[in-house]
RNA sequence: GGUCCUGUGGCCGAGUGGCUAGGCAGAGCUCUGCAAAAGCUCGUACACCAGUUCGAAUCUGGUCGGGACCUCCA
């Protein structure tokens, strides 16, 4: 099967065709730099990283754009609260632009920590002012926005009498007004939908620039449909990001890209599901997110201890990306075990070579050449990550019994061990970014000092003084080294 | 109120109209000086009520429960 992706706008899963393969363009939407990005966040961010890497590996030429806003966020209720950057800055007396450079390199550092590729390109807010000028301009031009008093709007209502606003999440205007509050005599947009593509500043507002219409700054989806267009084309074929931001930052991408270029931005939209606590979602705004530093040093009330940034990379990849995931202790200290178990196996078929050369098929090789191409098939429907994982925990076992000696090597064909361990390694490594944290590889020196006690500890148990063979396994144990006596009689030894 | 999603064994979580993932935890066995690790075996789940069907956890309708979006949020 060829690639399938479930788009939002069509409700399907639909053939992956790219408009110019072998390139595929994609678009995320990035984080809001005035604050640390919770789990939450970073799910929907290694969700498109597998996305990326999968289409990587699939051969396309991808140009990865995911946009860092820095600027023109506000606070409640339509245009009317405050700036985001312009409150934290005030609260902590700083520049808006150092709240800015804080929250963006502690993106990058959770993002590193995460083995998350870093997109073909990061452009931001701030830097793209002209362009959202440009296309601000275009828009009024073309009759779909306009001005009161140097802030500029998008007349919802109007655009909606030529094409559906609600599209995306198939919901109709009437619908829409429904749920929003009546105009107050205050209120100087003319449709209760109407949003802002350009905002007049106070005087005192710290970031602003000039514009055609005074001073003032941008929008907030007007940046993603400047910047989207600017580095992909008035259409390109993917355009991603978490659910929420479906119902309104995209739709609004939609209509601003319709006024202005009469042509959609994205051909398949992708939306990742919430990352929940408690069965609710996390978000800033309710305060139950986790932060990922927290998690990595197990400092928070609900967490009794520390996981790793690939115990939870593993752990979301369990779920496939378009279903809510709970986040708890018990389903966490169930994925770093089970982590830990894959990369067992990946290290044991990394160094593992089969002694004979076969080349007859067995059963056993059907079996095992199944799975391995069934983990293409599950990716290329829809990226279903969690039953590659299944397909790949199945192929574990099939490694921990050969080399255990437990599964016959001589019912192994050479071809077909080879295509196992490149699966195997191609999966797990490059496509799903999972690296092993504690690798016994990574510290010769203490390879060679562990190597010194594992001899001590043979010669005593082949003078069956197990009192000090036992002495030496414990002692390591209190320190955090397992040893483990195998069957050829070899130790070896790793980190938990 | 509107637009949707969802309800799976002790826990987390996939899923196709019939062949009933996977992980964690639990029980037994094998291996081992003892462990550990690993292998094998076991538990037979799909909210409830009707309907369609030879056959439904999977389709349809209803009931009850949970959640998301419609206001900033990945």
Same mark, same amino acid.
Do not use: D, M, Y
């Given at each position: 099967m060829s690639l399938h992706i479930y788009n939002t706008l069509s409700r399907t899963k639909e053939k992956f065709e790219p408009l110019h393969a072998p390139h595929v363009g994609m678009y995320v939407c990035g984080p809001t730099v005035y604050s640390d990005v919770h789990l939450g966040n970073c799910r929907t961010f290694i969700s498109f990283d597998i996305i990326y890497r999968y289409l990587k590996f699939s051969g396309y030429k991808v140009r990865y754009v995911r946009n860092i806003t820095d600027a023109g966020h506000l606070e409640g209720d339509r245009d009317e609260g405050e700036d985001k950057f312009a409150k934290k800055a005030r609260l902590e007396q700083v520049e808006p632009m150092e709240i800015v450079q804080r929250y963006t390199t502690s993106f990058h550092e959770v993002m590193r920590l995460f083995n998350c590729e870093n997109p073909s390109i990061e452009p931001t807010a701030t830097g793209h002012i002209l362009e959202q000028i440009e296309m601000t301009q275009t828009i009024i031009n073309k009759g779909f926005a306009y001005e009161v008093d140097g802030t500029i709007y998008f007349d919802v209502e109007k655009y909606n009498q030529q094409k559906p606003y609600g599209i995306l999440t198939n919901r109709k205007l009437e619908d829409l007004l429904e749920g929003t509050r009546e105009l107050g005599g205050q209120d100087e947009k003319h449709g209760r939908l109407d949003f802002a593509l350009w905002i007049k500043a106070k005087p005192e507002h710290l970031m602003q620039w000039q514009s055609p219409w005074g001073m003032g700054f941008p929008g907030w989806h007007i940046e993603c449909s400047a910047m989207s267009k600017k580095y992909l084309g008035s259409q390109f074929d993917i355009h991603g990001g978490g659910m929420d931001l479906a119902a309104t930052h995209h739709t609004n991408e939609i209509a601003q890209n319709e006024a202005c270029y009469n042509t959609s931005p994205a051909k398949v939209w992708m939306h990742t599901n919430m990352l929940t606590v408690n069965g609710t979602r996390m978000s800033k705004s309710l305060g139950n997110g986790f932060l990922p530093h927290e998690l990595f040093t197990g400092n928070h009330p609900l967490l009794e201890k520390a996981y790793s940034p690939m115990t939870v990379r593993f752990f979301m990849l369990q779920t496939h990306y378009r279903s809510t995931l709970d986040f708890s202790n018990e389903a966490l200290q169930a994925a770093e075990k089970g982590f830990q178990r894959l990369m067992n196996a990946m290290e044991i078929i990394k160094n593992y070579e089969l002694g004979i050369k076969n080349s007859s098929k067995s059963e056993l090789d059907f079996e095992i050449e199944k799975l391995c191409d069934d983990c293409y098939e599950l990716m290329n429907d829809d990226f279903n990550t969690a039953m590659v994982l299944a397909n790949l925990f199945e192929l574990a076992s099939k490694i921990f019994a050969i080399k255990n000696n437990q599964l016959d090597v001589s019912q192994i064909s050479s071809t077909i061990f080879a295509k196992m361990k490149t699966t195997f390694v191609d999966f797990i #490594?490059?496509?799903?970014?999972?690296?092993? #944290?504690?690798?016994?590889?990574?510290n010769d020196k203490l390879d060679e000092v562990l190597q010194l006690l594992i001899n001590l500890r043979k010669e005593a148990k082949a003078k069956k003084d197990f009192a000090t063979s036992d002495l030496i396994r414990n002692q390591l144990a209190e320190k955090g080294i397992q040893l483990k006596d195998e069957k050829d009689g070899t130790i070896s030894w790793n980190v938990i």
């Open positions: #490594e490059t496509i799903f970014g999972l690296q092993n #944290e504690n690798s016994n590889s990574s």
